[in-house]
């Protein structure tokens, strides 16, 4: 008796346990938990499935935020509390996304052009995130290779200064000592404080050219490239993209199943059920307050004037049925 007590006490616990776990995935959704507890079992999984993958979406959103600051910043403690606020305004972000894609109850004007638009926009949307999100850790999986070509790239880059900073300064030597002949040749004769002073002028020159390539080697060496290095990673490792395909596909996957759950589904029955009520009372406070307003304040009693034939929704505008006489019915009228 004790053992069949204690075996139902543990079966009760472990459907606690699972009951609170997909409500924590529940509430990830956006949507209300306690309608999704009212559907079926199918429903139900949508959503735990939509919640893991929102959960798993946020994960992946601060571990992107989080190596990308900390390689910006260069220091792992701002990258942690920057990262999180990230993913945290990511993630909203893309909940409110797939929040939109829900189906309405309100009665609407239907549009198909403008709905399929609307989503697609949406979707793409949805899809950029991804792609922003993907590279730093694409960055992390073939940060060996990527730093080889950062490297051949920075060598590269100085390169190139070193020759043009040279070419300069060796044309104002040039033109210096050039100077210095032609004033010797017209002169005869140049005395030793003015071609010390050609001189101390071209020590300069050469001083100011290797203070610049200095100074272009510690810049060089110092930054990490970040935007550059995603550059060459979407450029020189073309399998990094079956990455990102994979990682639009998991964002996407929850605005799919969003919208393959029916409209006359029980969840969306009862979500427009609450949705409408709310927006009735609500709507029926506001008229009350309106004409206590014009009583209170005014003395006089006024009802709201409803314009549409199913307020609040305002969907279909009342027809002005009075009839409008013409010129001669009036003249009819006062010779009749």
């Known amino acids: 008796m004790q053992i069949h007590k204690n075996l139902l006490k543990s079966k009760i616990f472990k459907k606690k346990n699972k009951m609170n776990f997909n409500h924590f995935f529940w509430k990830l959704t956006g949507d209300d938990f306690n309608v999704i507890g009212k559907c079926g079992q199918r429903t139900k999984r949508h959503f735990t499935i939509i919640g893991s993958l929102v959960a798993f979406i946020f994960s992946f959103c601060f571990l992107s935020c989080y ?58 949307f949805i899809g950029f995130i991804a792609i922003i999100v993907s590279k730093p850790i694409e960055r992390l999986v073939v940060s060996e290779q990527l730093e080889l070509e950062l490297e051949a790239f920075k060598k590269d880059k100085l390169e190139r200064y070193k020759n043009s900073t040279q070419e300069y300064f060796e044309k104002e030597i040039i033109a210096i000592k050039k100077l210095g002949t032609q004033k010797e040749a017209l002169n005869s004769e140049i005395d030793e404080t003015e071609k010390s002073n050609f001189e101390k002028l071209i020590h300069s020159r050469e001083a100011e050219r290797d203070r610049l390539i200095k100074s272009m080697e510690q810049l060089v060496e110092g930054s990490d490239y970040y935007i550059q290095g995603i550059v060459i990673l979407n450029r020189k490792f073309p399998f990094c993209w079956f990455f990102t395909f994979l990682v639009i596909v998991i964002f996407i996957i929850p605005a799919y199943l969003k919208i393959y759950i029916h409209k006359d589904s029980v969840f969306y029955r009862t979500k427009h059920y609450v949705e ?34 199913d307020p609040p929704f305002n969907t279909i505008r009342k027809t002005d049925d009075k009839k409008i006489l013409t010129e001669s019915d009036l003249l009819d009228s006062l010779y009749a």
């Open 67 to 124: 190596l990308a600051f900390s390689q910006l910043f260069r220091n792992i403690y701002v990258g942690v509390p920057v990262g999180l606020f990230f993913a945290w305004m990511i993630t909203n972000i893309y909940l409110f996304l797939l929040y939109t894609l829900s189906k309405t109850g309100f009665p609407y004007i239907p549009n198909k052009t403008a709905r399929y638009i609307s989503t697609t926009i949406r979707v793409i």
């Open 276 to 309: 409408s009520h709310l927006v009735r009372s609500e709507y029926e406070l506001f008229k009350e307050r309106y004409r206590r307003i014009f009583r209170y304040r005014h003395g006089v009693e006024v009802q709201y004037t409803e314009l549409y034939t």
